[in-house]
């Protein structure tokens, strides 16, 4: 079969819905090179891959006039763009469809994942390390879900780095809708990709599969807020099992959001306070291939003291800011409406403010 043939036949099975992960490690490891399945009894296929004998048919003979339309918005096994560190997992998807810049799989990446209902801290802690670490290089990947994933893909485009987002879903399926305009900006100016087939719904099923990418493409994974019980703990483990390096960002004692990342640490994750942490722990080729980092000073007195009176745990009411100060409350509004434009700060619900650098 020639190289043609043989990318087809992979782009045509990644199209199959019933070839999980676990399927498609049983191929790789019995069919080598894959194109080999096209010849193979049906009862071979059947038993080596738990299939019926319909199903065995299909993955025999799987080209559709789909495949046609996918040559150029997909990548293979077979390509040398397919990233190098999601090759060598133990199930790697047969095919990525792709939008956006395929070029990012080339470079450094950073998993950055965590809880879909983050408190303000945790989504401050995001966007602060997804800030410091985007400008080094590094292409921070997660899954495109509300809360931690969102806080982190859109800190890493707006300090001018890039980011990859991989879908649970089809590549032409937004998931959740609320994250559309995001979804449209990493499209411009990152990647978007997926292992699914377009026009793939959301289901729960198809998430853990969706995490040993994510792992898969990065040098480690940070969890930066996780309950007991969250997917996120997934994602962390099938980075230990990829044999990548798992951090993950200590929180409150008393808040649910911080057992998971909690429970990490005392298996072993490395704690991150700040963006050396994580930068220390990479191997030095990965490292070399980075920029050096320029500490940002903050604003001079009287931003500055304003500043000072925040936190990224929570929100400050302003008459309490005014209060820390000894001013008025119209004395520091001024102040806090030019550290929020400059982005030091966010404005949250109920005259409430938050540093967010």
């Keep these: 079969m020639h190289d043609d043939a043989a990318r087809d036949l992979l782009i045509a099975l990644s199209l199959v819905p019933f070839l999980t992960p676990n399927r ?6 019995n069919f080598d090179p894959v194109s080999t399945i096209c010849n193979a009894s049906p009862r071979l296929l059947e038993e080596v891959l738990s299939l019926t004998p319909e199903q065995a048919a299909q993955v025999r ?9 996918l040559r150029a918005s997909t990548i293979t096994l077979l390509d040398e763009a397919y990233p190098s560190l999601l090759r060598h997992i133990p199930d790697p998807p047969l095919a990525l469809h792709f939008r956006g810049d395929p070029s990012l799989l080339a470079r450094p990446a950073l998993a950055m994942v965590g809880s879909r209902r983050a408190s ?9 390390l997804a800030r410091q670490l985007a400008p080094t290089g590094l292409v921070i990947v997660s899954g495109l879900a509300l809360g931690i994933d969102s806080a982190s893909h859109a800190a890493a485009l707006e300090s001018g780095g890039t980011t990859i987002a ?3 879903t089809g590549i032409d ?14 499209e411009q100016h990152g990647l978007v990709i997926t292992e699914l087939p377009p026009g793939t719904p959301p289901r729960p099923e198809r998430f853990p599969a969706r995490n040993r990418i994510i792992s898969g493409l990065a040098y480690g994974t940070l969890i930066v807020e996780a309950t007991s019980r969250s997917g996120s703990l997934i994602t962390a483990r099938m980075a230990a099992e990829q044999g990548r390096d798992v951090f993950a960002v200590p929180g409150s004692i008393f808040s649910p959001g911080s057992e998971g990342t909690h429970r990490l640490i005392q298996y072993g994750a490395k704690l991150v306070l700040d963006a050396d942490d994580v930068l220390h722990e990479l191997r030095a080729d990965v490292r070399a291939q980075l920029e050096v980092r320029s500490d940002e000073q903050p604003p001079d007195a009287p931003l500055g003291d304003v500043l000072a009176a925040l ?10 800011v005014a209060a820390r100060l000894g001013r008025t409350p119209a004395a520091v509004a001024e102040s806090l409406l030019q550290l929020e434009l400059d982005g030091w700060i966010r404005a949250l619900p109920g005259a409430r403010y938050v540093r967010v650098r």
């Excluded at 498609?24 to 490891?29: C, G, H, N, P, S």
């Excluded at 399926?173 to 990493?186: D, H, K, M, S």
């Design 24 to 29: 498609t490690r049983l191929l790789l490891e």
């Design 61 to 69: 003979n799987p080209l559709t006039p789909a495949v046609a339309e």
């Design 120 to 128: 303000v801290y945790g989504i401050n802690a995001a966007e602060h």
């Design 166 to 168: 991989v879908l649970g």
């Design 173 to 186: 399926v937004t998931y959740p809708r609320a994250n559309r305009r995001l979804f449209e900006r990493i």
């Design 311 to 320: 936190t990224r745990e929570e929100g400050a009411h302003i008459d309490n």
